[in-house]
Structure formats: C-alpha cells, structure tokens
C-alpha cells in the first residue's frame, strides 16, 4: 500500500536523510521523498498499519533531522 | 517571504549591523571577545543548537556541525570578526535558497493553476457553488463565461469557444457545441455552457494531470541520486580532511623538520577546508534543476512523469512512431468505393453496420460516410479480428469487413486496389463484394516534426503501422521517415520495438511515440513511451512515461530540447560546484584562500547554481 503525505523541511540534504531514515523504519518498504514538492510517498509492508508505522517513521525523521515535520 | 524567512532577515538585518559598527570600536581584547559574541548567537544560536542536537543523535556530519565548528575554531583563534561574518554569510546564502525554492514551487504551481474550485449547479433558477468533489456523474453544471470547466462531460446547451492554454499550451481556441465532449481544466471563453458530468472531479482529466505533475519528480533521476550519494560519503571525508590538514602537518614540522609548529596557522587553514567544503550548492541545486525543468515542460504542454524521463529523454536517439493518430490525423475519410457488385450505398452501409461496434478510426470514418443512424440491433454475431478486420452477421447476412490478410484468411480472392490508402475489402453473404478506399490525412506539423527531430541529432526515426505497405511507404517518403515496417499486428509491433533496442548502443535511448490507443504495450517496452494527444485517454496517461497534452508532433522535438536543457544545466551544476570547491579546497590548504574565499565557494556557488538552475524554467523559445 501506498501513502502520500505532506512534510516540511528546509533543506534538499535534510529531505535525503528524512527519505533514508524512513526507508529504514521497519514496516516501511519503501520510501521516497520529494523536496521540490515537500511530499512523502511511503510503500508500507504488507499488513502493516500505516498510522502506528508512520509514527515510528516521525520519530526516526526527527532524529536525523530536528527540523522536519510529517503532516499525518 | 514566509514567517521563518523573514525573522532570518531580520537577524541577519540585525548581525550585520552589529559587526559593521564593533569592527570601527577601538576595542580589544576580552570586550572585544565578548561584543562580538553578541551578533554570533543572534545569528548563528540555531545553528549552533542544531549541530549539538545532531551529535546527541548521532548524525554528526551535517553542514551546521561544519559551520559550527569552523566559526567556533576561527573564534578561538582570535578572528572574531571571520568567523561571525562566516556565520552570517552562511545564513544569507540559506535565506536566498529558501527564498529561491520557495519561489519557484510558487511559480510552477501557477504555471499549472487549473485545479478549479468549485462547480455551478442549478437549483430553483439560481446558481449555487458546490465543491467538485460533491458533484455526481450525470449532474448537469453551469460554466459562465471566464470560469474554468471543472469536470469532465458532455455540453447539453449552449455554445462557446474554449481556451485550451492551461492544458496543451496551445493558444489557439477551440469551438464546442451541443454534443460535443469537453474536458476539465480549460476556461470557458464565450457563452454560457451547460455540461452533464461523464466523470467524478477525481477522475477528471484536471484531476490526472495535477496528480501526474504533483507526483512527478518522485522517480529520481541517476544524477539526483550521484549527489545523494555524493553528499553521504563527502561531507565526512572532508571533515576528516580537515582534521588531518589541522594536525598532521604541525607534527611533520615539529617532529621531522625541527621547526616551529605554526598551530595557528594550519588551523585556520582546515577552518578554511570546512567552510568551503558546504555540499549545499549541489545537493540544492540538481533536484531544482530537475523541478524547474518539469514544471516549464508542463507549461508547454508537455507532462514529464519523473526526472529519470527527463534524463532518458535528453539521451534519445532513436524515435518509433506509430502512424495513426500520431503522424497522421487518424480521421479518415471514404475517398472511394470500387468494384462493387451492388449500389455504393449499400455497402457502405453493410460496412458501417459490421464495424460499428468498433473504436476504430476506420469504423468511425465509415459510420459518417453512411451518415444515417446506426440501428446496432441489425448486427449480430460480431467478431473482431485484431488486425484483419471484422466478420458479423448484418440482417442475418454473413458480412466480412476488413483487410488483405481477412480476405487470405477467409480464402476469397480479393481485387488490389491502386490507389493509396486503407482498403476495406468487403464479403457479402460469401462472396467478394468490392472494396471501400478510406485515406487518411496527415497532421499539419508532421513533415516538420521529422525535419525537427533530425536537426535535434535524432540519428534514426521508425514508423510502424498495421498499416498496408503501400500506404505507409508512401507517408514515410512523404514525411522523410527513414525506416518503416508496415502490416504489423499490435504485438509486432513490441517485437519490431525490441529489435530496435537490441541494435543500438547502450547510450542511445529510444523513444516510442504513439496516441495510446492500441499502443499500450509499446509505450511501456520502449526506454521512454511518449503518448501523444492524449487529453481525455487514460490508459495514455498511464502507460506512458511522457505525455503531449495536445496532439501535434512539433511537441517531441520540442520535449527532446527540453529535456536537454535540463540536463546541460544539471551538468554545469555538477561540474561547476564540484570544480569550484575542489580548487578552492586546493588553495584553502596551501594557505592561499583565506575565510573571505571560502564563504564565496560556500556561498557564492550555491547561489550561482540556484539562479542557473531556475533557468530550466525558460523553456517557450526553444
């Protein structure tokens, strides 16, 4: 499944390491992140729940990048 | 400027004017320590703030540990007035890139604004404003004139002329009348239209594009992910870097030449290295390149599904067309019927009637040849014969519509027609009945579509068509085509395709052009499927990797030399930033480039990258 969610975030480098740390949040399959379009578009495993997922991806982006917010 | 922008001005406003004012005081010392305190933390407290935060969480190699530490060395070492004129340099050059980011997200989003707001509906004589969301199929809205067509549907009344610019980049107006279908997205110009939606808003024509183009730079192209990369492995190499230029080369002098160590000197050299070493301009610069370069292609009418399209594009050197609807008008017209054993009119109408049942331009040509009603009761027993034609009972008759390979197939002989253009060969209740010639015309820009592509470096072009061979032959002579395969069935055409990618090298990309009807599998075999034309036709809009919104063939060259635009200038970027910080990191650590140098190399080339990176936005006059 696929989900598309709005971020913000102030700098292309940021928005690479937000898209590396959501890659590896478990649950997460795939991960891309759109700078130009401050968008997230997250591939959660199968019979994974993408709310309680994107909370672990939230808390993942926040410690690589203090600065950033997932809109949920 | 947003919120958070301007209270950066506001610092740097304030900083600057600070350090202006401390470097004319005669002052010295620990004061002077202490003064210039006052403007660093005002400008550089959340940078500093942000690089501890990511020591804690273990993310140490950012560009504000970068800073961080070189302005708190230069501080250290005594050059107070450096390092917070580093500081705030760096923080004006963050604004102008936020700034200029900002602007032009602003920008191509009004490049696109045809997302509409609202829908009329009629309610007791009056008009009320609904959300286009809420409206179901087969509501019958109200358009004014000026408005924008929200949703998809059939105009039920009215007359109007309608402004297609926002959606094909074509100027030039279009009639609609009662019957005809209209699209979402273009503006109502005239007179008032009365529309039955055919869709939902969500899958409406307006809804797709804005998704495609919204969603587009998602697919990453392989130079924004070299500068992902890039950006992982350098940022920490070159903080050991300056750590090694910081100590080693003090120890050589003390312990190996018996010389004076020089500490001071060296450090602010590796301060020098960090400052400079910023990966900014590049990791900023290469995905605004691709945004910019996106967002002027769809202005011009022509939707880039990802910047990876962008960048096979730009390396395309050979183009397959499809030939109907492509090159040609795919609007065909009876130009004569021949050897017919009963009246003309009558097999017309025997052939209308056995094709009706088919989307095919040639049925659609032969139905308004026949000009009356179609009673699809009279037809029975159809059965299509993907390229052959078409067997159906008509009135309870055995009627065979279609080409040279269905009369084959059927084993009767069949009379060759001498002129050029598509043949109906028609079987009438088993017997040869005579032939239905059916010409199609070609688009008004095709011959300078293919004279287009070749002076953009085009190396090869292809036509392939179900078409018959004399047909195509003559077309392709017509046009300056240089190959063409003819009579190929719809997975031929796959076959033919993938011996093309075989021959060629591994760098030359090539490009299957087609209307999306038919071509499907085409579009999505070939490096990169251009649908063309494809306003209203979803299964183009999916299967293909670029889309020209309106159906002229000027648009792929013009798409071609947008696409190489946009990679010159993310090249340029590359090679400019990198090439700027490795001579300036060379002169940083012979001692040569002082801080000054340094902020410019920080500072300046993100700067210059970003301005050269708008300009894929330019793209009308190519």
């Known amino acids: 499944m696929k989900k598309t969610y709005k971020i913000d975030v102030d700098c292309a480098n940021c928005a690479n390491k937000m898209e590396e740390a959501a890659k590896n949040t478990a649950g997460v399959k795939d991960a891309t992140v759109n700078f130009m379009a401050l968008k997230m578009i997250v591939e959660f495993e199968d019979g994974q729940e993408p709310k309680t997922v994107m909370q672990e991806v939230l808390k993942n982006c926040k410690k690589v990048e203090d600065d950033c917010e997932i809109f949920l | ?622």
């Open chain 2, 1 to 622: 400027m947003n919120k958070k922008q301007k209270k950066v001005l506001i610092r740097i406003i304030v900083a600057a004017t600070l350090i202006v004012v401390l470097s004319l005081m005669p002052i010295e010392g620990y004061v002077k320590f202490g003064l210039f305190m006052i403007p660093y933390l005002v400008i550089g407290y959340d940078i500093l703030k942000k690089a501890f935060k990511g020591i804690l969480n273990k993310q140490v190699f950012d560009e504000n540990f970068l800073m961080a530490v070189a302005t708190i060395g230069a501080i250290a070492l005594g050059d107070y007035k450096e390092g917070t004129a580093v500081m705030l340099f760096y923080q004006i050059g963050e604004l102008f890139q936020s700034y200029a980011v900002g602007k032009s997200r602003k920008n191509i989003s009004e490049l696109m604004d045809i997302r509409p707001d609202y829908a009329n509906i009629e309610k007791d004589g009056k008009l009320e404003k609904v959300d286009p969301d809420e409206v179901e199929i087969g509501t019958v809205i109200v358009v004014q004139p000026g408005e924008k067509i929200p949703i998809d549907g059939i105009v039920t009344e009215g007359n109007s002329t309608l402004n297609t610019s926002a959606l094909t980049g074509e100027s030039l107006p279009r009639q609609t009348a009662v019957g005809d279908e209209v699209i979402s997205g273009c503006i109502n110009m005239t007179g008032v239209l009365k529309i039955q939606t055919t869709k939902e808003f969500g899958e409406s024509t307006v809804s797709k594009i804005l998704d495609l183009v919204e969603n587009s730079s998602s697919k990453k192209s392989k130079s924004e992910n070299f500068i992902s990369k890039f950006a992982k492995y350098y940022t920490p190499a070159v903080c050991y870097g300056a750590l090694a230029l910081a100590i080693l080369p003090p120890l050589v002098r003390m312990l190996a030449m018996g010389i004076a160590p020089e500490w001071g000197e060296w450090i602010y050299r590796a301060l020098t290295f960090l400052v400079i070493s910023c990966p900014c301009a590049l990791v900023i610069s290469i995905p605004l390149s691709f945004f910019a370069g996106i967002g002027g292609a769809s202005n011009q009418g022509v939707l880039v599904k990802g910047s990876n399209y962008l960048e096979t594009l730009a390396q395309t050197k050979y183009v397959v067309f499809d030939k109907t609807g492509t090159m040609t008008q795919g609007v065909f017209e009876v130009s004569g019927i021949h050897h017919s054993k009963m009246e003309n009119e009558k097999l017309l109408e025997y052939a209308a009637l056995a094709e009706s049942s088919s989307g095919h331009p040639i049925s659609k040509s032969l139905q308004k040849a026949y000009g009356k009603p179609i009673d699809r009761n009279r037809v029975t027993d159809v059965e299509e014969i993907s390229g052959n034609g078409v067997i159906a009972k008509v009135d309870g008759i055995a009627v065979a519509a279609g080409n040279a390979k269905l009369m084959k197939r059927l084993g009767i002989e069949y009379k060759e027609c001498h002129h050029v253009g598509t043949v109906v060969h028609m079987v009438v209740d088993g017997t040869y009945a005579g032939h239905i010639l059916i010409s199609d015309i070609l688009k008004p820009h095709a011959k300078e579509a293919i004279h287009a592509l070749k002076k953009a470096g085009i190396s090869k072009t292809v036509m392939l068509t179900g078409d018959a061979k004399n047909v195509a032959e003559q077309i392709a002579k017509e046009l300056g085509i240089e190959e063409v395969c003819s009579e190929l069935l719809p997975s031929d055409k796959v076959e033919k395709v993938e011996e093309l990618l075989k021959k060629k090298g591994e760098k030359e990309k090539l490009a299957f052009v087609g209307d999306g009807i038919n071509d499907a599998p085409v579009l999505s075999r070939a490096d990169i499927g251009i649908a063309m034309g494809a306003l209203g036709s979803d299964a183009a809009i999916e299967a293909a990797d670029v889309v020209l919104m309106d159906d002229d063939p000027l648009k792929i060259a013009k798409a071609i030399k947008i696409a190489r635009k946009c990679i010159r200038i993310v090249y340029e970027n590359i090679y400019f930033a990198i090439g700027i910080k490795i001579i300036c990191l060379i002169l940083g650590a012979l001692g040569i480039a002082n801080m000054w140098t340094a902020i410019f190399a920080d500072v300046g080339v993100m700067v210059i990258a970003v301005l050269n990176a708008i300009r894929a936005l330019f793209v009308k006059k190519l």
